[in-house]
């Protein structure tokens, strides 16, 4: 159904003003239709860039737990574009629900939870990248809700670094080369900014890590030794050299020694 007389074009257009005297649950049902497009045009550079503005602005509060909910549910979605959208979604429903407390109940975010940590290790098309879908990032993305979560979530702050480790060792035929290393590393380094977890949980979830790369045996690297390495790497100089916003964690030189331990598994030449 048409939103009265606006245009999700002319909305674009004029830089994402809301739509005044439309029902939120209107607005959230046609956006919610809108990221499951396979046009990359309609499901990102419109439906996904007026979502995460509104949230963001506290437009939809009164629908929020129903966004988190239908995005929830996509993470069963047959089409690989409504799966790695959903991540954002809830990345911005959880942002928002950290900066304004009770705009949702704890109970929804844990009911998230566990459709998102069961699909972000599972999902097979982790292609950064599609020339007809565009963006799809599922690696990416879901690193950005692990993050939010974390934030939602504290005491499932240990969980989430092991979540991250999983997701860079599994198994795939794709190497990360739209910089799905840096945004893991980026969202693990948010994770560590959070106060309150033990030198233990900072750095435990690199036994993941090193238990995978020490199965590994001679012959060329596989994709998911790659990308391991690279995230890894980058990991290294987000904790080396802090985050824009947050600086440094609290146990980034501890966590900074593990990984340059578990580096030399495969780089044994380092100092």
Known sequence: MPMHHFTWSSIAAAGFPFPEGVPASLVSDELS????????????????TAAARWIGDGRLDEVLEDLGDT???????????????????L??????AVSEPGTI????????????????????????????????HAVAHGADAAAAFAQALPDRRAELLELCAR????ATDYRYVQLEDARLARA???ILLIPGLSTEQATGW???VAKALEAGGHGPVPPWAFNTFATLQSLHLHLTRGL????????????????????????????
Request: hydrophobic share 50%; aromatic share 10%; glycine share 4%.
């Open 188 to 190: 693990i380094g948010r």
């Open 105 to 136: 109940p704890k109970a929804a975010a844990e009911r998230w939870y566990v459709p998102f940590t069961a699909w972000y290790t599972s999902e097979r098309d982790t292609r950064g990248w599609d020339d007809s879908l565009g963006w799809l």
């Open 244 to 271: 824009a916003e947050g600086g440094v964690p609290p146990h980034a030189a501890a966590a900074a020694a593990e990984v340059a331990a578990v580096l030399r598994l495969p780089y044994h030449w380092l100092a």
């Open 167 to 170: 997701r860079m060792t599994a």
């Open 206 to 208: 690199l036994t993941v």
């Open 91 to 96: 990345r911005c429903v959880l942002a928002r």
């Open 33 to 48: 239709a809108m990221l499951v497009s396979p046009d990359p045009k309609v499901r990102d550079d419109q439906a996904y």
């Open 71 to 89: 995005a929830a549910d996509r993470f069963a979605h047959p089409e690989i574009q409504a799966r790695t959208f959903a991540p954002l979604v």
